[in-house]
C-alpha cells in the first residue's frame, strides 16, 4: 500500500476534535484506504477494534440500507458504554437523507465522525447549512509525484519516473496495475471514467443529452492550462454542427465535471486590485492519465501545461488558496493565498534556455511590488535565486 502520510498526519490532528472530518475527492483516489490506515493506526495506539463502527456504503451489504435512522439506530447501540468511539462512513452521500444522519450522529460528544463523499455535493447540500462551523473539510487527490516516486522500488530514475508521472496515470490502483498489466491501465481508467459519468453527473442531475456533455469534456481535456471561457467555448463547439449548445448549458456541464472532482477551476485574482474577477478562469484535470481514454496522449505534447497541472494540484497539498494571477498585463501561473493572509507567487515553464522566455518569466514577477516569495519551476536544474526570486528545479520542489 502506497503510504499517504500527508492526509493521514491531518487526521492524526484532527483526532477527537469536536469537528466532523470529511474526506471529498474523486472515485478511486483512496479516501476508503486512508480510512481504513487511520483505523489500523488507532488500534495500534491502542484503541480498541468494537470501539471503531465503519460502514462502506458501497459494500453489497450496506447497500440495501436505505433509511437513514435504521443506520443510526444500529450505531447508536453498537456504541453504548463509556469512552469514546470512532464513527467511520464511507461514501455517506448514497444512503438518502444522509444529512440528517451525520447531524443526528454528531449530537452524540462519544462519537469522533469521519466521512468520505465523492461528489461536492456533499458538501453543497443541506450538510454544509445544517454544520455551518462543526466540520473541516480534507480534499483529497491522486497520488503526488513523492507518493508516485515512493510506489517504485526498481530502482528507476527520477526523471524516468517524472516523465511517466507526465504522461500516465497517478490513481493509486492504476500504479499498481501499471506494474503488472500495464495493457489494462486505460481499461481501468475507462471503467472510473465512466462510473464517475454515468453516476455521479448524468443519473444524478437526470441530463437526457450526455452528446453535449462529451463534446465539454473533449474541449476541456484538450484546454488543461488555458483561460476558458463558456461563451467561447460554445461558439467552438457551434461551429459546424447541428446541435447548438447554449452557454448557460457549458456552464452548468463544467460545474457538474467539478461537482464530481474530474475538474478542478482555477479563479482569476487581479493582484494589483486585489480582488477576484469573475471570469476567465483555468480548469486542470485530476488525473492526466485520463487524457489517454478521452484524447490521444502524445508524450511529449503540451508539456508546459502538464506541469502547470502538476504544480497546480501540488499546491493545493500544500495548503492555501490556489488562483491564477493577472497583474496589470502580466500572467503569473499561480496565485497562493497561505495562512496568515501570506501569498507566493509561482511562474511554470518547461525551460528557460530561450532568452526570450526566460525574459518572458522573469520579468512578470519582477512586475509585483511586494515582498512576497516568488518561485519560478521548471525542468532546468541550475537552482538559484535572481533578484530575490528562486528558481528551482520541478523534480527537486516536487520531492521536497
Known amino acids: 500500500m502506497i503510504h499517504r502520510e500527508i492526509y493521514l498526519e491531518k487526521l492524526r490532528l484532527l483526532k477527537d476534535q469536536n469537528l466532523i472530518k470529511v474526506i471529498t475527492g474523486v472515485r478511486r483516489c483512496g479516501k476508503s484506504t486512508i480510512l481504513e490506515a487511520f483505523r489500523t493506526e488507532l488500534i495500534e495506539t491502542g484503541i480498541s477494534d468494537r470501539d471503531i463502527i465503519f460502514y462502506n456504503f458501497e459494500e453489497r451489504a450496506n447497500i440495501v440500507i436505505q433509511d437513514w435512522a435504521e443506520i443510526y ?15 467511520f462512513l464511507d461514501e455517506v452521500q448514497l444512503i438518502p437523507n444522509f444529512e440528517k444522519l451525520i447531524n443526528s450522529l454528531f449530537t452524540k460528544k462519544h462519537l469522533d465522525l469521519y466521512i468520505t463523499g465523492s461528489n461536492a455535493y456533499l458538501l453543497s447540500s443541506e450538510l454544509a447549512t445544517l454544520l455551518t462551523g462543526r466540520y473541516i473539510a480534507i480534499n483529497m487527490q491522486t497520488l503526488s509525484f513523492k507518493e508516485y516516486f515512493s510506489a517504485y522500488k526498481e ?7 517524472f516523465r511517466q508521472y507526465l504522461n500516465t496515470s497517478s490513481f493509486p490502483e492504476a500504479v499498481n496495475l501499471s506494474k503488472s498489466a500495464p495493457d489494462l491501465v486505460n481499461d481501468y481508467l475507462q471503467s472510473i471514467f465512466d462510473t464517475v459519468i ?6 444524478r442531475h437526470k441530463l437526457r443529452n450526455s ?7 473533449e474541449f476541456l481535456f484538450d484546454s488543461i492550462g488555458s483561460i476558458i471561457s463558456p461563451t467561447n467555448i460554445a461558439k467552438q463547439l ?15 456541464l463544467i460545474d457538474f465535471l467539478c461537482e464530481s472532482y474530474i475538474l478542478y477551476p482555477a479563479k482569476r485574482y487581479d493582484i494589483k486590485g486585489k480582488e477576484l ?3 476567465l478562469e483555468k480548469y486542470y484535470l485530476v488525473d492526466l492519465g485520463l487524457k489517454n481514454i478521452v484524447h490521444s496522449n502524445k508524450y511529449d ?7 502547470e497541472n502538476i504544480v497546480y494540484f501540488e499546491l493545493l497539498r500544500r495548503g492555501g488558496k490556489v488562483f491564477i494571477g493577472k497583474n496589470q498585463d502580466k500572467e503569473i501561473d499561480f496565485v497562493v493565498q497561505k495562512a496568515g493572509n501570506n501569498i507566493e507567487y509561482y511562474q511554470v515553464a518547461f ?10 518569466e522573469i520579468s512578470a514577477l519582477k512586475n509585483i511590488n511586494d515582498a512576497y516569495p516568488k518561485f519560478i519551476l521548471s525542468m532546468d536544474y541550475d537552482n538559484t535565486v535572481i533578484d530575490g526570486i528562486k528558481k528551482l528545479n520541478i523534480i527537486d520542489w516536487l520531492l521536497e
Open 73 to 87: 439506530d444500529e450505531i447508536i447501540i453498537k456504541t453504548q458504554g463509556s469512552g469514546k468511539k470512532y464513527i
Open 155 to 161: 530502482g528507476k530514475s527520477r526523471d524516468f519516473l
Open 198 to 203: 454515468k453516476k455521479d453527473i448524468i443519473l
Open 211 to 217: 452528446h453535449n456533455l462529451q463534446r465539454i469534456i
Open 238 to 252: 457551434n461551429k459546424n454542427s447541428d446541435k447548438k449548445i447554449s452557454h448557460n448549458t457549458v456552464i452548468k
Open 277 to 279: 474577477l469573475s471570469s
Open 301 to 307: 505534447t503540451n508539456l508546459g501545461h502538464k506541469l
Open 351 to 360: 525551460t528557460l534556455s530561450s532568452e526570450k522566455t526566460f525574459a518572458r
